[in-house]
């Protein structure tokens, strides 16, 4: 009966993490040991990111009604779940660069906005600029065209200001000479 309720208890927290979380990262952490996963929660805290190691069967059931449901599948073998609340590129660049270090650590499917991503996706979603870069990208993209319609119109109404004083300082002329 105690069993029981530990489980339950824990398919509820495991669930609240899936549902509060942006972005899963699932990984093989077999060979690892407590140490260097404790390194690897350490690299992941700065990134806002949390990684827990799930019983299969209970992170089965955790994902059930919530967007991360189509993981069910891969919930097979020692699997470590990496969540991201915030930004799923810094996570996933925590996670390639422990993975570099430590090749014991196997990512196997990444899972992000409804989207599956292979390991390779995982390491080029890493290799992304932080999202501050490219919302300022996007910005000057955005800034561009427009510092160029301001230009165009300024030079508009400059010639149109130029043909007006052309007009004012003909009449101006014509008044004296008559």
């Known amino acids: 009966m105690i069993a029981k309720e530990v489980k339950a208890e824990k398919v509820s927290a495991l669930h609240s993490s899936f549902v509060d979380a942006k972005a899963a990262i699932l990984a093989d952490y ?13 690299q992941l805290r700065p990134a806002a990111g949390e990684l827990q190691i799930v019983k299969n069967t209970l992170a089965r059931r955790a994902v059930e009604e919530t967007a991360f449901a189509p993981l069910a599948n891969h919930f097979v073998g020692p699997i470590s779940v990496a969540f991201s609340r915030h930004d799923p590129i810094a996570v996933a660049k925590a996670l390639t660069e422990y993975a570099k270090k430590e090749p014991k650590l196997n990512l196997r499917v990444g899972f992000v906005e409804g989207q599956f991503l292979s390991p390779e996706q995982i390491t080029a979603l890493a290799e992304l600029p932080p ?26 109404i400059r010639q149109f200001v130029y043909v007006l004083q052309a007009v004012k300082d003909a009449k101006e002329q014509a008044g004296q000479e008559g």
């Open 131 to 156: 999202r501050e870069v490219l919302l300022a990208r996007m910005l000057a993209g955005m800034q561009s065209p427009l510092s160029g319609l301001v230009g165009v119109l300024q030079g508009v």
């Open 30 to 42: 077999s060979g690892l040991n407590v140490q260097q996963l404790a390194e690897l929660r350490g």
